[in-house]
């Protein structure tokens, strides 16, 4: 008995790209926090500005609002506070009257109730 079998790749083949296509899509939103300067560093006193950036798919969101927290070295947040994001952007500002590092946690809630974060931080030096 002679059987053969006729392996019929089309559905599989399906599967995978349906599989494929669905984890190479990107994060519907995408958010990104930086300080002004790329060392990040700074003098004791001296204002840093973070630079938030807000995208859907890609483009900068028309408008929106993020929440952030200021703190000093990961020790309890130091400052709360929220931004308004236009086309696509916000600044956060803050100084330390100390050495250490300011560090930014950035975080927006999507329309579902999803929550999107982002993290910076400026170093403290006396001596910059």
Not at 39 to 51: I, N, R, S, T, W
Not at 62 to 90: H, T
Request: glycine share 8%; aromatic share 6%.
């Amino acid at each position: 008995m002679n059987r053969t079998h006729r392996f019929t790749p089309t559905p599989w083949l399906a599967l995978l790209l349906m599989l494929r296509a669905g984890l190479a899509q990107p994060a519907p939103y995408q958010l990104a926090v930086v300080t002004d300067r790329p060392d990040a560093l700074y003098a004791v006193g001296e204002q840093v500005k973070f630079a938030v950036t807000l995208k859907q798919d890609g483009a900068p969101l028309a408008a929106g609002q993020v929440s952030y927290v200021l703190d000093k070295d990961g020790l309890p947040p130091m400052l709360r506070g929220s931004a308004k994001v236009e086309n696509g952007a916000a600044t956060i500002e803050g100084t330390l009257a100390e050495p250490g590092f300011l560090a930014c946690r950035v975080t927006f809630t999507t329309p579902d109730k999803k929550p999107v974060t982002a993290v910076a931080a400026a170093d403290r030096k006396s001596g910059v």
